[in-house]
């Protein structure tokens, strides 16, 4: 895979910039930054970049703006620097003389980027999508006043008792606690103490197996399963099962925020997705997006999942200038979010592909014993993303 230049022309397609922590990931999203804004005239507030945590896009901010500044000083020849992409921007504007009208126009662009660095597009990827549905609010009928929660485990639990309850046709609302207890008081028909020696194992496992019987058949009964079955067409059956019971543990809990008026993180994505998805909003939802940006960047890609990649690539996979950076060897990590599947259709879909393979941070001997690792033991190769290994 070719190296990543920093000055390498800016097209509008899509680019892949593999990079492993300490190869310089955050110096060269920011020189590209500076070259959009210097060179292409983009406006700060039309370069979306997208991370994936809080502290992320913090440091990216204070990154940003510092070289903007840093940027700006050496044009002024009130400070040196020496990052690549202001070293170049400085070089062809010396080259002018010192009435340079390119230097002029630099300046210019930057101390705008400075002066509206409030306005910078920079947001976690739950923060672009409340944007996104904001900007086309009425058209996709969202709602933009809806609290934004980031813990929906209440109305998950309460969606999922509701469900429990209901297939064991038991109302919460007429049976209280008082009942139970006079059940427990009543020697008939509550529960007796029996003799110590009856409380075996035996009597423990049945005990056991009977609960998860009664959960059982209290799904079954709640999706309508067909208890008859055996074997194969059992565990077929089941599996479709736990999918319904999924799928309306997730209808409860939009019914039970939409009385709340919140919404979750990760629904913030899913609304964004299907209004993507749905012919009479997605054209008005691309427009409006589309004509806010003109660049795009996705740091931490390898942290995408299939509802994040289908929006962007919806959004800006088509004539934008958009980069996608990321570390292959993190999207194995699933529990994070990541999924190793999307990254790899990405790669394919890219037009362009780079590495940063010079390691500034690890010892010669870390390094060396990294790429025995990740070239060998982990396995990338087999999934279809080989490893590029680092030098010191």
């Given at each position: 895979?070719?190296?990543?230049?920093?000055?390498?022309?800016?097209?509008?397609?899509?680019?892949?910039?593999?990079?492993?922590?300490?190869?310089?990931?955050?110096?060269?999203?920011?020189?590209?930054?500076?070259?959009?804004?210097?060179?292409?005239?983009?406006?700060?507030?039309?370069?979306?970049?997208?991370?994936?945590?809080?502290?992320?896009?913090?440091?990216?901010?204070?990154?940003?703006?510092?070289?903007?500044?840093?940027?700006?000083?050496?044009?002024?020849?009130?400070?040196?620097?020496?990052?690549?992409?202001?070293a170049g921007l400085k070089k062809r504007a010396d080259e002018e003389g010192p009435a340079s009208p390119l230097r002029e126009r630099y300046l210019t662009r930057l101390k705008r980027a400075i002066a509206r660095?409030?306005?910078?597009?920079?947001?976690?990827?739950?923060?672009?999508?409340?944007?996104?549905?904001?900007?086309?609010?009425?058209?996709?009928?969202?709602?933009?006043?809806?609290?934004?929660?980031?813990?929906?485990?209440?109305?998950?639990?309460?969606?999922?008792?509701?469900?429990?309850?209901?297939?064991?046709?038991?109302?919460?609302?007429?049976?209280?606690?008082?009942?139970?207890?006079?059940?427990?008081?009543?020697?008939?028909?509550?529960?007796?103490?029996?003799?110590?020696?009856?409380?075996?194992?035996?009597?423990?496992?049945?005990?056991?197996?009977?609960?998860?019987?009664?959960?059982?058949?209290?799904?079954?009964?709640?999706?309508?399963?067909?208890?008859?079955?055996?074997?194969?067409?059992?565990?077929?059956?089941?599996?479709?099962?736990?999918?319904?019971?999924?799928?309306?543990?997730?209808?409860?809990?939009?019914?039970?925020?939409?009385?709340?008026?919140?919404?979750?993180?990760?629904?913030?994505?899913?609304?964004?997705?299907?209004?993507?998805?749905?012919?009479?909003?997605?054209?008005?939802?691309?427009?409006?997006?589309?004509?806010?940006?003109?660049?795009?960047?996705?740091?931490?890609?390898?942290?995408?999942?299939?509802?994040?990649?289908?929006?962007?690539?919806?959004?800006?996979?088509?004539?934008?200038?958009?980069?996608?950076?990321?570390?292959?060897?993190?999207?194995?990590?699933?529990?994070?979010?990541?999924?190793?599947?999307?990254?790899?259709?990405?790669?394919?879909?890219?037009?362009?592909?780079?590495?940063?393979?010079?390691?500034?941070?690890?010892?010669?001997?870390?390094?060396?014993?990294?790429?025995?690792?990740?070239?060998?033991?982990?396995?990338?190769?087999?999934?279809?993303?080989?490893?590029?290994?680092?030098?010191?």
């Open positions: 895979m070719e190296r990543f230049d920093p000055l390498h022309p800016i097209a509008r397609q899509t680019l892949l910039l593999e990079a492993s922590a300490g190869t310089g990931k955050t110096y060269s999203i920011s020189g590209k930054i500076v070259r959009l804004i210097a060179e292409e005239g983009i406006d700060i507030d039309r370069i979306l970049i997208v991370t994936f945590t809080r502290a992320a896009t913090a440091e990216l901010v204070d990154r940003i703006r510092s070289i903007l500044i840093e940027a700006r000083d050496a044009l002024e020849a009130k400070a040196s620097s020496d990052h690549v992409v202001i660095f409030d306005l910078a597009s920079i947001f976690t990827i739950h923060s672009f999508s409340e944007r996104a549905l904001s900007l086309a609010a009425f058209e996709i009928g969202f709602d933009p006043s809806h609290e934004l929660v980031a813990d929906i485990r209440d109305a998950i639990h309460r969606a999922s008792d509701d469900l429990f309850l209901e297939a064991l046709q038991i109302d919460r609302g007429e049976r209280g606690g008082s009942a139970s207890i006079e059940e427990a008081e009543n020697g008939d028909r509550g529960f007796r103490l029996r003799d110590e020696h009856e409380f075996r194992p035996e009597t423990f496992r049945k005990l056991a197996e009977a609960r998860w019987s009664l959960r059982d058949a209290a799904i079954a009964r709640l999706v309508g399963v067909d208890e008859s079955d055996s074997g194969s067409s059992r565990d077929a059956v089941w599996m479709r099962t736990i999918s319904h019971f999924c799928e309306r543990i997730v209808d409860r809990i939009e019914r039970e925020l939409e009385k709340r008026r919140a919404i979750g993180f990760d629904q913030l994505i899913h609304h964004l997705k299907r209004a993507l998805e749905d012919e009479t909003m997605r054209e008005a939802l691309i427009g409006a997006l589309r004509s806010r940006y003109d660049a795009a960047l996705i740091d931490e890609f390898q942290d995408t999942d299939e509802a994040q990649w289908a929006i962007f690539r919806t959004i800006f996979g088509d004539g934008k200038i958009f980069e996608l950076v990321g570390d292959p060897k993190q999207a194995i990590y699933s529990f994070r979010g990541a999924d190793i599947e999307v990254y790899k259709r990405a790669r394919r879909e890219a037009s362009k592909r780079y590495t940063l393979d010079i390691n500034y941070r690890s010892s010669p001997d870390y390094i060396q014993a990294m790429n025995l690792f990740f070239g060998t033991t982990a396995g990338l190769s087999s999934d279809g993303l080989g490893y590029e290994a680092s030098t010191p």
